[in-house]
């Protein structure tokens, strides 16, 4: 199989369609609106052309629960239930990662089984960091703002194409997913605006755009925002603010709200726990021209962990080992990106 990035269109939808098996379309864990709409889309488009495809939405976002519920959605919990039914049945499928690439980041036992399962995966997807290829993939990801987006690529020239994005319920999540990945097209491209030029023909941009707005945070995400400013430290390199917070959950969360605050790069550590393994995660933020990503993706490799993201929001994360403590870990990854901070911004 060629690069990912040489995939065309054409080459990509022919592999899926080619595809003799039922079609499970997975989300990330905790899957936000980008996810659910990327993956509706395709549920939608796959299912037009006779193909028998089911989301398995495990976890969906608190956020992406309220959109849901705020725009009466659906859950796709029959599609849900059919997977649980072809696992249970060892039916053979075939996969659709969808928002994500990396199918070493699931940490549910559940995913990891129904990855390990599937001998071909597709992937759709706008997130910088190596693709795993353990596996046969079949990937088409450009780095677009949302995975919608790339997803509308795909399918623009396609007969369907009209039809699917006439549907307005569909439209509206297409739209939620653009409005939120783009930070309310802050990071939009120029192709973001074409694709809401045609999606707001049948979708309601103002009340998507008035249901993502008035949201108000829960109280402990709250809490951790104050609780991340509290404990922040502040660096300058150049004219550049840096601070480097803790917080033990909503380290995006609190990494954008120190950006809020007036920093330039926000870098937020936090210590994690996954089936008895324990890892430390950096969430960096920036709004100066460093890219996030490749620090994260290139610092991962030399420590031995995982890294990728955005150009301006990325996250690392790296295993603990028996040698070192915590501490020092922390202490580590932090002078490593400062480190390479310094040099990029000198
Ligand atoms: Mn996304």
């Not at 996969?95 to 690439?101: C, S, T």
């Not at 297409?174 to 707001?200: C, K, M, W």
């Not at 707005?213 to 709250?222: I, S, V, Y």
């Not at 390199?237 to 120190?258: C, D, F, R, W």
Request: glycine share 4%.
């Amino acid at each position: 199989m060629r690069n990912e990035e040489q995939v065309t269109p054409k080459e990509f939808l022919e592999g899926i369609l080619n595809c003799d098996k039922p079609i499970i379309i997975l989300p990330h864990e905790q899957a936000d609106i980008d996810a659910y709409a990327t993956a509706w889309l395709f549920r939608d488009f796959l299912k037009l052309r006779g193909k028998k495809a089911y989301i398995y939405l495990d976890s969906p976002s608190l956020e992406l629960r309220r959109f849901i519920e705020a725009l009466n959605l659906k859950t796709f919990s029959d599609d849900y239930d059919r997977v649980l039914k072809m696992l249970e049945e060892t039916e053979e499928y075939c996969l659709l990662l969808v928002d994500i690439h990396d199918y070493r980041r699931f940490s549910s036992s559940k995913i990891k089984n129904l990855v390990e399962r599937s001998t071909i995966i597709f992937i759709i997807d706008h997130h910088y960091g190596q693709i795993p290829r353990e596996k046969k993939i079949v990937a088409y990801r450009r780095f677009y703002p949302s995975s919608c987006e790339v997803a509308l690529e795909l399918l623009e020239n396609e007969k369907e194409f009209a039809m699917l994005i006439k549907r307005k319920e569909l439209a509206n999540a297409l739209i939620g997913a653009i409005l939120f990945d783009t930070n309310f097209f802050l990071n939009a491209q120029p192709r973001t605006f074409y694709h809401i030029s045609e999606l707001v023909k049948n979708g309601d941009l103002k009340l998507v755009y008035q249901i993502l707005k008035e949201k108000q945070r829960e109280l402990p995400e709250r809490i951790a925002r104050l609780k991340g400013a509290q404990r922040l430290q502040l660096l300058k390199i150049g004219n550049t603010l840096i601070t480097v917070s803790k917080i033990g959950s909503y380290e995006s969360s609190v990494a954008n709200a120190l950006l809020s605050l007036g920093a330039d790069i926000s870098l937020v550590v936090s210590r994690k726990k996954e089936n008895s393994k324990r890892y430390i995660r950096v969430v960096g933020r920036s709004r100066k021209k460093v890219n996030m990503a490749a620090i994260f993706s290139k610092l991962a490799k030399s420590l031995g962990g995982v890294g990728g993201g955005h150009e301006r929001a990325a996250a690392i994360q790296i295993p603990v080992d028996r040698i070192q403590s915590e501490e020092e870990l922390v202490k580590e990854i932090i002078k490593e990106i400062l480190k390479i901070l310094q040099n990029a911004l000198s």
